[in-house]
């Protein structure tokens, strides 16, 4: 079956940095769009990053634009979040999510902290 299992989460003070990871197994990795969400306590799930099957096209929220980057490996079936100058107000869950028309699929998901 699908699994898509979130790694790199923890708790970092304003201004670090974190890697995410999320590997996938089950899927034709290549074919999937893939995408980060968060959800903050109280919140709604929030969109923060997508990248095509091919790698070649990227899209982000204006609140982590600049700060983000999305990228994937497809011979690893991995994707990637690199997170910068990070903010308080991005802690949240983060969880992946593989796409292939009406087919997604999610990951469990893990947690970032941004305080001091």
């Known amino acids: 079956q699908v699994q898509l299992v979130e790694s790199g989460g923890g708790s970092v003070q304003p201004g670090g940095s974190l890697r995410l990871s999320c590997a996938a197994s089950?899927?034709?990795?290549?074919?999937?769009?893939m995408s980060w969400y968060r959800q903050a306590p109280g919140k709604e799930r929030e969109l923060v990053a997508s990248?095509?099957?091919?790698?070649?096209?990227?899209n982000y929220a204006p609140s982590v634009k600049g700060r983000f980057t999305i990228s994937r490996d497809n011979d690893k079936s991995t994707v990637f979040l690199q997170m910068n100058t990070l903010k308080p107000e991005d802690t949240a869950v983060y969880y992946c999510?593989?796409?292939?028309?009406?087919?997604?699929?999610r990951g469990q998901g893990t947690q970032v902290t941004v305080s001091s």
């Open positions: 999510q593989a796409s292939l028309a009406a087919l997604v699929r």
């Open positions: 089950g899927l034709t990795f290549s074919l999937y769009v």
């Open positions: 990248i095509n099957a091919a790698g070649s096209s990227t």
